[in-house]
Structure formats: C-alpha cells, structure tokens
C-alpha cells in the first residue's frame, strides 16, 4: 500500500485510535475493579471492627476475666487469611491467630473501655483480589495484539469501502475529456461532503463545457468571417494578375483588395481586444468628462453624417460629466455606438443624443430612427457575429454590438438597448458617477 495514500494514512489513524481507546479501556477497567475490591475490604474490616468491638465490651462486662475464650470463639467466625489483634494500657493482649501477621488490608483504630484505652487492628488478605486483578491484566495484555490486528484489517476495509466513492470519480474524471465534456461525475447518493464536492466539480465541468463551446464558436465564427474577405482580396489579385490590364484596373483592384484590408485589420484588432477583455486584462482609467468624449467622436462622423443628410450633434452644457474612464476606450465606445445608428438611419433623417445626470450614475442615450430591432433579436444583439434578420442585416461581422459592450463593462458602465420593429432603437450606457454630484439632465443633442 502507497504510505502517502489517504487510505494508509486512514488505517493508521484507525489503528492509533482504536489501540489507544482499548489501551485506555482497559487501564480504566483495572484501576476501576483496584478500587472496588480494596473499598469492599475496608467496608468489610470496619463491619468487623465495629462487631467487634461491641462484642468485646458486652462480653467483658458479662465474664469478666474469661472474655479471652469468647473473643476465640468470636474469631472462628474468620475466614482464612484475617487476623484481629487487641491491645490494652492496662496489659491486656489479644491476638487471633497467635501466629497472625500484619500484611493485606489493616484497619487500626482505639477506644476506651472502663478508663482503659485499647488499641485494635484488623487484617484482611489481598491476594484473592490480586490475582482476579493479574488475571485481568493477563487478559487485557493477551488480547492487545488480536486488537491491533482487527483495528488493521478493519481500517483498511473501513478505508477502502470509504473511498470507493472517490475512486469512481477519479475513473470518471478521468475518462471526461474535450471531446465528451457533456458527460458528468457520478453523484454519490449520501448527502455528505465528497456529493458536495461531486457537485461543485459537475458545476465546473458546466462552465467548462460552456467556455471551449464559446472558444470553438468563436473561431468558427471568426474563421467563417476572416475567409471572406481573404477570398474577395485573393480573387481580385488573381484576377488582376490573369492578363496585362490598364493602369486604372489595377487601382481599382489595389483599392478594393486595401478596403477588404482595412475590415480585416479592423476585426483582428476588435478579436484582440476581447480576448484580453475575456481574461480578465485591466485598462488604465481616469477622470474624463463624457461631454468632451462625446463632442470629438461627433466630430469625426459629421462628414459621414453629411453625405447621407443625417443631422448629428454633441450634447452641450455648462457643467461636465465626470466618470471613470479610458480616453481611447470611450471613444471607440461611442465609435460602435453612433456608426450602428448611422448605419440603420434613414438619409435625411436624425441621431439624438441624450447626456443625462443623477445621484449616483451618468447616462448616455443614442437614439434612431431606423428600422428597429424585433423582440426574437433584442436579446441576442450584444452576442458575438450575431446578426438580426431583415432590415437591420448589413455587410457587418455582427463585432460592433460586442466590441461596445466589453467597452463599456470594463469601464465600469452597463449598456442596454431598447427597440420595437419600425420604431427605431435606443442604446443608453450608465456610468457611475465620479464627482458624486446631482444635477438635472445636462443636455438634449440639437436634432
């Protein structure tokens, strides 16, 4: 047997406990019968001592100097080994037998009779309780190893049957692997800690079971996503490449193999970044005002508002909104956000920025008009490559929605959305309040 085992080490405590508990037993069995038998003998003497006693002084007072023949006769009552000695101040001597000697159990005590002090001891032997004690000892000693031996072989079956649990999920641990992570542990059916501890690994077993279906979509999804625009950029190559053609139609395949390019770059580094967001990678945060943020990514996309006619406009107002943010990450943030809106508005139509301020959290609401999103969809929106069905389907790898939402979570902020088919959407995005300062809506955007 492995001496490192929990099953060696359990025979051995077993074994420890059980030797120890019968060692301690048996002493208490011992000094327990000890006590007994001496307390019986000296009840028995002082019974004797007291009749004694009382026979002396009722006899003395009757016969007078033949008292010595009745004290005889009183003694032959003695069972064997017992002795009782008399001794008076005035020379009286009494001994019974003449050749008794003072061993075993003694009593002495003294009391006066006819202004005459007398000394008595009584003996009784021992050596009956002795031996039942030696006997007891013998038998106690002889069965120690017989002990030790039923506590072993005990122990290790108590330990064998003890962990037979915890090898069937050892065998069972060991057969799950990833191709068959739906399989689960074996719960034992008794209610102790290796059923909580079956529990709590079939729990992580679920979630990881979940994270590689996750992972194994992801890159699927990815893979499906990356292998088109790689196949549109090496059919424009090999066809631009299949026979000599005019300098304009090489440009024009440079150009649209450089935009294929650019939305591979763009979703690698969206891809990055959610994978250092999924384990766990910190930003740095600081002190930004959510009105500046706001103003600049406006900004950036008033030209590609304009060609389409669509009137976009920061919020403003006297007092900042201060949260806790990344500069980079806010803007990419508000990026996903308004390029979503101006993807789904109609031309000529209008995106409508709320900023908005409480007790304890600022809110950004983007608002528009498009066709909105419908009830099956809304709650998938969020979810990695998800793209809804009819009007809002585009030529998007479904990264935007997501990429925002990872955003926002690791600054601390929650986002939701809100949408009916053919009244538009809203998505608002609540941070926690820096400042800790109340004020009334600071803004509504010009439309």
């Known amino acids: 047997m492995n001496t490192r085992s929990i099953g060696f080490r359990l025979t051995v ?18 000094f ?6 001496i307390a019986e003998i000296d009840q028995q003497l002082e019974h004797r001592g007291n009749q004694f006693t009382a026979y002396f002084e009722i006899e003395s007072a009757e016969k007078g100097a033949g008292v010595r023949d009745e004290l005889n006769e009183f003694c032959q009552a003695l069972a064997p080994g017992n002795h009782i000695v008399l001794r008076g101040t ?3 001597n009494f001994r019974c037998p003449e050749n008794a000697i003072a061993n075993g159990r003694l009593l002495r005590r ?13 003996g009784a032997p021992t050596e009956s309780a002795a031996h039942t004690l030696d006997l007891l000892r013998l038998l106690l000693l002889g069965l120690s190893p017989v002990v030790i031996a039923i506590a072993c072989i005990g122990g290790a079956w108590l330990s064998r049957r003890a962990l037979k649990p915890v090898q069937a999920i050892t065998a069972a641990a060991l057969s799950i ?26 729990r992580m077993l679920s979630r990881l079971e979940s994270a590689v279906r996750t992972l194994s979509q992801f890159a699927g999804d ?6 088109t625009p790689l196949a549109v950029i090496r059919t424009t190559a090999e066809l631009a490449l299949r026979r000599p053609r005019q300098p304009e139609a090489y440009r024009e395949s440079l150009e649209q193999i450089t935009l294929e390019a650019q939305r591979m770059s763009q979703m690698v580094e969206d891809l990055l970044l959610l994978a250092r967001k999924d384990i766990g990678a910190q930003m740095p945060l600081s002190p930004l005002d959510l009105r500046e943020v706001l103003g600049e990514v406006c900004a950036e996309l008033s030209s590609l508002a304009e060609t389409r006619n669509i009137h976009l406009e920061a919020p403003i107002g006297k ?4 949260v806790s943010g990344n500069a980079s990450a806010l803007r990419r943030l508000f ?39 419908s009830e099956a969809d809304l709650p998938h929106i969020f979810d990695r490559f998800y793209r809804a069905d009819g009007a809002r389907s585009t030529e998007g790898y479904g990264l935007g929605l997501s990429f925002a939402k990872n955003l926002a979570e690791a600054q601390g902020a929650q986002i939701e959305a809100h949408s009916g088919p053919g009244g538009g959407s809203v998505f608002r995005v609540a941070f926690p309040l820096r400042s800790g300062r109340a004020s009334g809506n600071l803004q509504l955007a010009s439309i």
Request: net charge negative; glycine share 8%; hydrophobic share 45%.
């Open 90 to 92: 005035g020379g009286f």
């Open 110 to 122: 003294q009391f006066e009779f006819r202004n005459e002090r007398f000394d008595l001891e009584l």
């Open 335 to 373: 990026l996903a956000l308004l390029d979503n809106a101006l993807k789904y508005s109609p031309d000529g139509g209008a995106i409508v920025i709320t900023l908005e301020q409480n007790e304890s959290t600022v809110s950004v609401a983007i608002q528009d008009y498009g066709p909105g999103i």
């Open 13 to 30: 405590w077993y074994t420890l406990v059980l030797t120890s508990g019968f060692a301690l037993f048996g002493a208490l069995t011992w």
């Open 222 to 227: 990815a893979s499906h996503e990356l292998r």
């Open 319 to 322: 007092e900042g909104a201060i």
């Open 32 to 37: 327990a019968l000890r006590h007994e038998f």
């Open 177 to 202: 692997s990833i191709e068959n992570l739906s399989e689960r542990l074996p719960v034992p059916q008794t209610g102790d800690e290796l059923a909580a501890l079956t529990e709590v690994l079939n």
